[in-house]
């Protein structure tokens, strides 16, 4: 049971990225995937999630019109649409769940539940 995120690269200001969170032994159907980051220095913030009970998508301020957050059933796959890129979007994103059937995203863009299962991180640079 385990997600990988994958995606990430260097890229200049106003570019994009699309960040793709894949899950193997589990099918994401029933789970709310959430997107962090942590940038040198921060702490860990919650960037982006979205419910699997009815689509719902959430997201950080900072990055509200410039992310767009989706899911593809199918593939078992998430992605995260990085538009607009800005220097301080610069950090390492990962995509996580709880580890049980969690059906909807809290008031910080996150899983509803205890989040524990996470991917391994891809690094996206941004230059200024």
């Known amino acids: 049971v385990q997600l990988q995120a994958s995606g990430g690269g260097l890229v200049q200001t106003g570019g994009s990225l699309r960040l793709s969170c894949a899950a193997s032994?589990?099918?994401?159907?029933?789970?709310?995937i959430g997107w962090f980051r942590q940038a040198p220095g921060k702490e860990r913030e919650g960037v982006s999630c979205?419910?699997?009970?009815?689509?719902?998508?959430l997201y950080t301020e900072s990055v509200k019109g410039r992310f767009t957050i989706s899911r593809d059933n199918a593939k078992n796959t998430v992605y995260l649409h990085m538009d607009s890129l800005k220097p301080e979007d610069t950090g390492v994103y990962f995509c996580?769940?709880?580890?049980?059937?969690?059906?909807?995203?809290?008031?910080?863009?996150?899983?509803?539940?205890?989040?524990?299962?996470w991917g391994q991180g891809t690094q996206v640079t941004v230059s200024s």
């Open positions: 979205i419910s699997s009970a009815d689509g719902r998508r």
């Open positions: 032994g589990f099918t994401l159907d029933y789970y709310a």
């Open positions: 996580a769940t709880a580890p049980g059937p969690t059906y909807y995203c809290n008031a910080g863009q996150q899983p509803a539940q205890y989040v524990s299962l």
